[in-house]
């Protein structure tokens, strides 16, 4: 059978025939239209459809036995392949460096099934660099498929994976690092990257789509171009998310991994910094830095690469019993609990915390409110917390601080975890002096 | 001993002299500074410090031995008591009816503590009136102190008992009810308010303040006058939260009590409307409808004000294992869940979920993202959760849904509540057909 990167049938049959490939640019006529666009690969299990992406981005199915490929274009040479767990070089542009695309999924690597609606991860990295041929402008662009999972599937062991994953692509001379991944979760693997490669010397840049390539309002062609661009720029240090910034279509917004939230079901701005300015915006190779990127520290890489999954979320509740906190916890080293306000609880479960901390489980304090900082020094409720060895976490943010000592558990020493959490490592917790007046607005979220 | 409300000692010598009483305008000379304001009720232990607010809003204390009061302005004659369980007339101005102020405790009734910096609930709800004496010129209030707690340890109890104290209030003729609450769980309580008063045909309003009543920045005073105004203005019925909408120092925003969120620890302006435009801005007699008031339904009051202990909020995580789900969930008769993006957990959970659902409990869906709606036709992930029987709540929030979840398993048969929970009943889900183009902003939020 005709297997033209994955057509099949009578698509594959006017391929051949017209001589066109993957990446090629075609000019077609369609019922007397004429439409010029780069051929994708396929889309669906359809064995008469051409995907094609138009100039202005959007991609159109054409019916092959309905069409007639009237001039084809050659696309660059390239020698993208998807090997599991093997880095190849594209060597598509001269440049000092290239960009390593590590991918794991998600939304970003979807594409529709059309017989069922439903979006499957189906896209290895160099696919998706197929249906982004900008990207060859942009970088050196070297692909890695790491796994192919949706992001609600992520857990502590994995997010290992992709720490040991991202430090040989850096440590194989990359300008920097493109993770593409679900939406589900990515705010918590940030953060773990941000913590497993602490002093990272070149940028680590998450990335993803809120809806799939393949669909025309998609947001993975944006993010991933900004993405790489942002990637390759190599003035920052760090990991960072880049996703739409909601404010034009071709623009995305950076934000330190430690600070970012996802705050959107569908939304394609859905990511937002949570007490914290974000870190730039991206549109295209334009880059507007907040923060100068000179202002971070240039430590030396510390890469520790571990997560323990003997820890637990809390997120409190008014009616939660002591009963379910002690059930939930059981076996955990290390707690991080979800309070209302300034850091609380309800006094009846003060004494469940205390028991906990007295059996060698370090439990800590962190706000639903998510903006602003915990301080359990106002009313007795924290106070007494305090007295019992409940520890403030400052102003992180709930999920940073479950990520953080999931990390922690599994790289320190138990007597040095409170302190391993209280400190600030990569920008997670801020100075009560640091104010910054960057504005954060959620346009049209109602 | 001379106890003058709450002023003994030094202070109440100096008061009975000058024959002043709390509520009274007084002129005092200080160490020949002249100082004019209002006698607040008594603060702290001290015996020799008068509280006096000045026009300006600040409180300050002055020292009674140093002080002398040169004049004194009689308040209103004021027939505010507190006594628990039972409601008086204030009859301050003429009106055809009176707003009921119900306090519960909080912030807002609290005072600091000067000893320890601690904030404490000690005011009761005449005494707030009698802290801020404008609200003579909103309506006449009528006051009744329910309960002195923090609302962390507000639980589904509680709520009942503040449900069956406002139904008294509208019974008893008030034009609109406002009940006083600490701000950490205030949005839980809106909400049950909401269900188990569904269809009262007057405003029912929340108030608290993120500062103390005691100290210069507290919002309490705004807070309150745009409440009882609002309250009073009997156009709108409902349920509804009315705190600092932090646009202007006098403003106060008005929302949906299923529709709020406390989104910042320490912020005034910290409660915001989620996938909800604000239904109003109240400062002081001015007030400005987002959503005309006409346009709400005009029921009949179905009190059912009824809630469960028995129900279960879990907020999902990566590395949350089957067990912990498990355990959490022990006997419970439905569960809310926080899942990731437009409604999904990791796909090693859906057993434990089939069985909790097969054994009898109830298990809805909701998304940590907080804004937005759940879709679980998207992803493979999600429509295996259907397939199991997993209920999506559409934009309804997370924390609103375990309200909900409260009330409808203690108020419907068991078969019922997957309905109930579906039905928009007060607003708490909104069709997906209706945008708005109202825009949040959450102004200096870093």
């Known amino acids: 059978m005709v297997n033209i990167e994955g057509y099949t049938g009578g698509a594959a049959k006017t391929l051949v025939e017209a001589g066109a490939n993957v990446g090629d640019k075609i000019r077609l006529s369609v019922e ?3 439409v010029v666009g780069r051929l994708m690969p396929r889309v669906g299990s359809s064995s008469d459809i051409l995907t094609i992406k138009l100039d202005n981005g959007y991609n159109i199915g054409v019916k092959s036995s309905k069409c007639k490929i009237e001039a084809v274009y050659p696309g660059s040479p390239s020698e993208h392949t998807s090997v599991r ?3 190849q070089k594209a060597g598509l542009i001269r440049g000092d460096g290239y960009v390593s695309l590590v991918s794991t999924g998600g939304t970003i690597a979807s594409r529709v099934e059309y017989e069922t609606g439903a979006v499957k991860p189906a896209l290895s990295a160099s696919e998706l660099i197929q249906m982004v041929p900008e990207l060859d402008e942009y970088a050196r662009v070297r692909t890695r498929v790491l796994m192919s999972i949706l992001s609600e599937n992520m857990r502590p062991a994995l997010w290992s994976e992709i720490a040991h994953a991202v430090y040989e692509e850096v440590g194989g001379g990359s300008d920097g690092v493109v993770v593409a991944t679900g939406t589900d979760t990515m705010g918590y693997t940030a953060a773990a990257l941000s913590f497993a490669l602490k ?8 990335v993803g ?3 799939s390539s393949d669909r025309p309002s998609s947001d993975a062609y944006t993010n991933l171009v900004n993405a790489v661009s942002f990637a390759k720029s190599g003035a920052a240090r760090g990991v960072f998310v880049c996703m739409h910034s909601g404010v034009s279509d071709g623009e995305s917004m950076v934000i330190e991994g430690v600070r970012v939230r996802k705050l959107h079901t569908s939304m394609r701005s859905a990511f937002q910094p949570v007490n914290a300015a974000p870190y730039a915006f991206v549109s295209g190779k334009s880059i507007s830095y907040v923060h ?14 571990n997560f323990s999954e003997d820890v637990s979320l809390i997120y409190f509740y008014p009616g939660v019993t002591p009963r379910k906190i002690r059930s939930m916890t059981e076996g955990s080293k290390g707690v991080v609990i979800g309070g209302t306000g300034l850091g609380h609880v309800a006094s009846d479960l003060t004494d469940t915390l205390s028991e906990l901390i007295r059996s060698g489980c370090h439990v800590f304090m962190t706000s639903q409110c998510l903006w602003g900082r915990v301080n359990m020094n106002v009313y007795t409720t924290g106070r007494r917390l305090l007295e019992v060895g409940v520890v403030p976490l400052e102003d992180m943010l709930m999920e940073t601080a479950y990520v953080k000592l999931s990390w922690a558990v599994a790289n320190f020493e138990w007597e040095k975890v409170p302190s391993v959490m209280r400190s600030n490592l990569v920008g997670e917790i801020s100075e009560r002096s640091v104010l910054t007046t960057q504005v954060h607005r959620s346009e049209g979220w109602t």
Do not use: H
């Open 85 to 87: 767990g093997e880095t």
């Open 199 to 206: 002093g990272v010397g070149v940028p680590i840049v998450l």
């Open 292 to 305: 100068p990127p000179g202002t971070r520290g240039v430590d030396e890489l510390d890469f520790k690469p």
């Open 209 to 211: 789509a809120q809806r």
């Open 32 to 34: 007397g239209r004429v």
